[in-house]
């Protein structure tokens, strides 16, 4: 499978807890981005890299979330001292510079 | 900010009825995108207009962008039950490049067969 990948696929946690996703892009894309999607709304843009390079984040993007992309292929998104009001579906997606998004699978996120 | 809304938010139609969801945005947009969410599956790119007025088909789907840039439509003719799922448009934050989509809330259609 060449698509995008994400782990784990779900995540139940309690509050207050460390919580870190991973991102397998599309081998050849340059661009990653992360988004995070809740009930009844569209994706909503996080953060993106351009190789392993982080050029934009978004103020949805609290200082208790962390994204990397160590050598420009695989992602992390890290979420400290989790609350109620992250539990969410992350998901990732990949592009070749300006080209159409590929998503992956989503990580869905609980905090109790 | 940039806002993209998107009507209807929900549409139940019987199948073979045909079905149209609007996209209006609050600015000027370089280009529009569309995508379709699956229930339980991940947005997947369906396809992108750039020009003023552009009209694109794909099968039974037939994609609009308006004069202005600032609004686009989607029209499914004679759905099938395959096409269930939720229709968003999105389009680039300001600078015209790609990486920063505003999406829309989406509109869920819902084929009965």
């Known amino acids: 499978d060449t698509g995008v990948s994400q782990n784990p696929r779900h995540k139940i946690t309690k509050r207050g807890q460390n919580v870190t996703f991973r991102c397998d892009p599309i081998?050849?894309?340059?661009?990653l981005y992360w988004y995070r999607q809740t009930l009844g709304q569209g994706p909503e843009f996080l953060t993106y890299f351009q190789n392993e390079a982080q050029l934009e984040k978004s103020r949805l993007l609290s200082d208790r979330f962390s994204a990397e992309r160590p050598k420009g292929s695989f992602s992390t998104l890290e979420i400290q001292r989790t609350e109620q009001g992250d539990s969410a579906m992350y998901l990732c997606?990949?592009?070749?510079?300006?080209?159409?998004?590929?998503f992956g699978p989503g990580t869905r996120l609980t905090v109790l | 900010g940039q806002q993209v809304m998107q009507i209807p938010q929900y549409q139940h139609v019987q199948e073979g009825e045909d079905f149209t969801t609007y996209c209006n945005s609050s600015t000027t947009l370089s280009n529009i995108q569309w995508y379709k969410q699956r229930p339980g599956g991940h947005p997947v790119f369906l396809i992108q207009l750039v020009k003023s007025g552009e009209v694109k088909k794909q099968k039974r789907l037939t994609f609009q962008f308006g004069e202005a840039k600032k609004n686009s439509s989607l029209h499914i003719t004679a759905t099938q039950t395959t096409d269930v799922g939720t229709y968003f448009c999105?389009?680039?934050?300001?600078?015209?490049?790609?990486?920063?989509?505003?999406f829309g809330k989406g509109t869920l259609l819902t084929v009965n067969p």
């Open positions: 081998s050849e894309h340059n661009r």
């Open positions: 997606a990949s592009s070749r510079f300006d080209g159409e998004q590929f």
């Open positions: 999105a389009g680039p934050h300001s600078g015209g490049s790609n990486y920063k989509l505003t």
